[in-house]
């Protein structure tokens, strides 16, 4: 398991998360394909509430709506829309609006033949309020979404008893 965030000159950072899961690829496109199975992935004390788009149906083109809470004491919408799926393969989020000047996530999944499966989480995404948005990402939301996407690692783990570290 890791994750990594980089940053980039213009302000944009990449983060990086991949984990080897003991399950074949089916039955992890089953569960992330599935926007129910969002809180099963997201700490508590963020307070993820999906508002529309619950329905199991997937597709390019899906909207999904919801709320956040932020330092115990903002609530924020997002709004995201899977703007590309490759069945067993990919699928891609952008944010339409939300938190983030720019939020670009792409979810990848690769089978090998052992019947493993490497998740590998890519996101490109930019802070709002230029220098304060630069200051507040080195204070608080780059360890905030280093601890986001370490808890969804550890979830899977737990979820698909996954002996591989």
């Known amino acids: ?21 003991n399950k074949e690829i089916n039955l992890l496109w089953d569960f992330f394909k599935k926007p129910s199975n969002l809180n099963k992935l997201t700490p508590e004390d963020v307070h993820f509430k999906i508002k529309s788009g619950k329905s199991d149906d997937f597709y390019q083109g899906k909207i999904i709506s919801y709320k956040i809470r932020i330092l115990k004491i903002f609530t924020l919408n997002w709004v995201s829309e899977i703007s590309q799926v490759k069945e ?41 309020f230029y220098i304060v ?8 939301i780059r ?13 899977i783990n737990s979820l698909f008893n996954n002996p591989l570290l």
């Open 143 to 155: 360890k905030k979404l280093f601890d986001i996407f370490i808890f969804r690692q550890q979830q």
């Open 133 to 140: 948005g630069r200051l507040m990402h080195k204070i608080f």
């Open 88 to 128: 067993g393969s990919y699928f891609i989020d952008n944010q339409i609006s939300g938190p983030y000047k720019f939020w670009h996530h792409e979810h990848h999944f690769k089978s090998h033949d052992n019947g493993t499966t490497d998740i590998i989480d890519k996101v490109k995404y930019k802070v709002p």
């Open 1 to 21: 398991m890791s994750v990594k965030i980089f940053n980039h000159e213009g302000g944009l950072y990449t983060l990086y998360a991949k984990q080897t899961v």
